[in-house]
């Protein structure tokens, strides 16, 4: 039944489908008697378009012949963007030539295309900006290690100890703690998007929507900014009692995937730009900012010169 598709396409398309490669075709076919509802290929072993891609479709057809449907092709190489509109417009002409009285060869409009080689964040940016037909991205290598930033930067640290709030001093200007228990607050825009993140003490009264609310960089006494929030919400509770165990109900991963695409939708433009971003802003309280430098003051060590 191959073999007859591939002359009767031959004929139509003259002469284009009797170069396919008979190894890859043969083995096609036994992966295809062998996993007949998810028969998705590699096309790209010998030619992509001129080998693999028509010999998927040669036993793609008789698959649907036997009442079972094709999944699709995967792309491992060369120009995906390219491949992948090419592999999609011979879908889309397959299933409107090959249409017969008993079969509408609708399967190949839904067939996915699946691109993997060491799919990064670039990639994916330039397949968005150059335009591609790919329905599945494979993402391997980079899902667990990210080139950009392999290594997490984040350290926990002691801000109270015993009622008593405590700071890490530094010569690192990014490594001195602010000091004390505090409660972070998003300010959201008139344009819905977020403003800030705002750190307020756990004794201070929390930002009101429509009330101005004064906004200072912890350590940049000129950088401060007055703002009426259209929205407030707190972003951290309790989750976890060290007597009482878990007291906050814990999503469940789909829930939680929601929420940070959610959060990502909301966002600025500027701040999602693969290049050169814009920074979000975190501010304190001018309370706790003041304290911050008490306390700093009061700990830092003086240093004599003679």
Aim: proline fraction near 5%.
């Amino acid at each position: 039944l191959v073999l007859e598709y591939r002359k009767r396409l031959d004929e139509m398309d003259d002469g284009g489908w009797s170069a396919t490669n008979d190894g890859e075709l043969a083995a096609f076919i036994a992966y295809a008697g062998s996993f007949p509802n998810t028969f998705l290929c590699l096309i790209d072993t010998y030619d992509t378009l001129k080998s693999g891609l028509c010999n998927f479709c040669l036993v793609a057809l008789v698959l649907d012949d036997l009442g079972y449907t094709p999944r699709g092709v995967r792309l491992d190489s060369g120009d995906l963007a390219y491949f992948s509109i090419e592999c999609a417009a011979q879908f889309k002409t397959l299933g409107d030539t090959m249409k017969t009285p008993t079969k509408d060869r609708s399967f190949f409009f839904g067939l996915d295309i699946v691109a993997s080689n060491d799919i990064n964040e670039s990639a994916l940016l330039s397949l968005s900006n150059d335009g591609h037909a790919i329905t599945v991205f494979g993402v391997g290598t980079n899902l667990v290690t990210c080139q950009a930033q392999p290594a997490l930067g984040c350290v926990y640290k002691l801000v109270q100890l015993n009622g008593t709030p405590r700071m890490k001093l530094s010569h690192d200007i990014e490594k001195v703690l602010i000091p004390g228990r505090k409660i972070p607050y998003r300010l959201y825009g008139k344009q819905g998007w977020p403003l800030l993140d705002l750190m307020v003490g756990v004794d201070e009264e929390p930002p009101v929507e429509g009330e101005s609310m004064l906004c200072r960089h912890p350590f940049i006494e000129q950088k401060r900014v007055s703002v009426v929030a259209t929205k407030v919400m707190e972003l951290h509770v309790l989750a976890f009692d060290g007597e009482r165990g878990i007291v906050f109900p814990v999503p469940n991963i789909f829930e939680s995937r929601q929420l940070a695409q959610d959060e990502i939708k909301n966002m600025r433009p500027d701040i999602l730009r693969a290049i050169d971003p814009g920074q979000y802003k975190v501010s304190v309280t001018d309370k706790v900012r003041r304290y911050l430098h008490q306390l700093w003051e009061s700990e830092a060590p003086v240093v004599e010169l003679c």
